[in-house]
């Protein structure tokens, strides 16, 4: 899928956090819409998607000078207490066109000069490795999520085919441990995966969130279902892993590898 690209200048770029956001001070999207068209994307039920008038996936707005903008808003934030910062909620910072656009590298150089208390930096994309200069210079006061769903690959092929490939995330998470930045793996959504998944990520991460459809997509399940995800599980016939419960399987595998400390599980794992 080749998506049509906008450019756009916003008026604003950090936006005051509520709901399931609601332990940030404010979320920050660079682009609008997600190259990544994820089958499972809670964002396609958003008005945001939802009133566009197109698929998700086959448009993105790139945020043009995002960065002198957040200079301002972020000095503006800090003046009345402490800042923590959600990057991104309804985008991907690093999906293909920042390559060429490098518009979350610009934001991410505005946070060195100028840090918030915390910035949570959630991907799916290696690309993210590409910033690990900037990141350390923000040091304990950034963490990159990392969302791993599963350890295997052609799961990752059947639900989100323009996603990037387990093996490169996995590589990413272990250049980050390299330099020293803090990082996570997110499972979110759980899909399918094997008894090795806990095993692959131990010398990774010290830290692991767990979450589902039924507990993230931020009413019960009903987005999901309404995009028709079950019918992706029925193709391969792992029915029994859309379920409420299957989280647990996971967490339980996790258990045996991680202590439950380094183990966080929906809005605990994705805390400041």
């Not at 809670?42 to 698929?55: C, K, L, N, T």
């Amino acid at each position: 899928m080749k998506p049509e690209y906008t450019s756009k200048t916003p008026k604003t770029i950090l936006t005051k956090g509520n709901g399931f956001l609601s332990g940030y001070s404010y979320s920050l999207n660079p682009y609008a819409g997600c190259s990544f068209a994820c089958s499972y994307c809670y964002v396609r039920q958003m008005p945001i998607a939802v009133f566009r008038g197109a698929d998700w996936g086959a448009w993105v707005d790139i945020k043009k000078d995002a960065a002198p903008l957040l200079q301002k808003e972020l000095k503006r934030a800090k003046a009345k207490g402490p800042v923590t910062i959600f990057m991104s909620s309804s985008t991907d910072p690093y999906q293909p066109v920042e390559h060429k656009e490098r518009i979350t590298r610009s934001l991410l150089e505005t946070m060195a000069d100028d840090p918030p208390d915390f910035l949570f930096l959630q991907t799916r994309s290696p690309l993210v490795r590409r910033d690990i200069d900037v990141l350390q210079h923000l040091g304990s006061k950034v963490r990159v999520s990392m969302t791993i769903e599963t350890d295997l690959d052609h799961i990752r092929k059947h639900f989100s085919p323009y996603a990037p490939p387990i093996a490169a995330r996995l590589k990413t998470l272990e250049l980050l441990r390299d330099a020293q930045v803090p990082a996570q793996a997110t499972i979110a959504p759980v899909l399918p995966s094997s008894e090795q998944f806990p095993h692959i990520l131990k010398p990774l991460v010290n830290r692991v969130c767990v979450d589902d459809f039924f507990m993230g997509d931020g009413s019960g399940g009903k987005r999901t279902r309404r995009l028709g995800i079950q019918a992706l599980y029925t193709e391969i016939g792992m029915e029994e892993w859309y379920h409420p419960s299957a989280w647990r399987k996971v967490y339980d595998r996790m258990r045996q590898v991680f202590p439950e400390e380094q183990l966080g599980v929906n809005l605990e794992g994705f805390s400041p």
